[in-house]
């Protein structure tokens, strides 16, 4: 399996090659309650999915002036989330298999030292830490650890409190984050489809829970594919990172970054962008009209992994309060797009 290298420093492969950032310098709402789009099939859908390359001689990233970029680690299969520790060690999720599952770890950072903390996996993804504990989200299921941030190890078998065993195919990156307080921990779960409907109401939603796993609720729900959830910076304002549908051609659905509405419905299946009714499913006017309408709609088909936002002042000071934002790239549109 090929191996793939984290790096560090602006617009780089951060995750893996085939990663881009996008940096949004502010964050706004729209103000609207829909967005001017094409009309569905305007283009034909298409499988135009990347391919893996080695790279030319003498090939470079290209950087900001002033910005550098050099490899942190690597020798990952599929690093795809990393969270920031208590002594400033990182600890990185490795979802080795992707959609068809694997043994996926969880490994320790910390300057020359690289060590795997956890190991058997299900395709890990979400990290955070909350008293004590090291939460850990696979596709199937959320469980905690207890971490001793001295040593940096976990001690003892991981104590499962949200099982997801039925959810084991479709969308599989689960995002876990934590309120201000630590009194509530909220988790995503992406749909089991593109459109279909009838889902299990946990699928395309937000979902908040006690720190145990208890007191289920649905915060928000219609976000077909929520990865990467963040407080903005002192706040109770909570953002996410959606990716949107496909097969409706090369540009629809935008995806789109927003502040999220506790209650808040955001289209999935039924409509999308505000109040465009999907076309391929029975017309439902009162489910469109109470759609929402997200704040930053991002070209469609470059799927957002996950994003931060920016509070230091090493960077330049129209940058200082917006958001990173981790593109995979497309695989549904005949130019590719969400690479660079």
Known sequence: MKKTSLATGFKAAALAPRFAFLLITSVFALQVDTIPLPPPYQTPSVNN???VVSAPAGAALHLPPGFQIEVFAEGFEAPRFMLLGPTNEILLADSAGGFFGGRGAVYVLSGKERR??????????????????LYVAETTSLKRYKYDAKTMKVTGKGEEIVPM????????????LFDREGKKMYLTIGSGSNVDTGEDPRRAAINRYNPDGSGHEIFASGMRNVIGLRWYPGTDTLWAAVQERDLLGDDLVPDYFTRVQQGGFYGWPYAYMGHHPQPRLPAKPETV????????????????????????KQFPETWRGGAFVAMHGS???????GYT
Request: hydrophobic share 30%.
């Open 49 to 51: 999915g990347p391919r």
């Open 116 to 133: 795997k903390i956890i190991d058997g996996l299900d395709r890990p993804y979400g990290l955070a830490l909350w008293n004590g504990y």
């Open 165 to 176: 065993h039925q959810f084991g195919s479709g969308h599989w990156t689960r995002t876990v």
């Open 289 to 312: 009209d109470r759609t929402l309408t997200p704040d930053v709609p991002f070209r469609s088909h470059s799927a957002p992994l996950g994003m931060a936002f920016y509070t230091a």
């Open 331 to 337: 695989w549904n549109s005949s130019t590719p797009r």
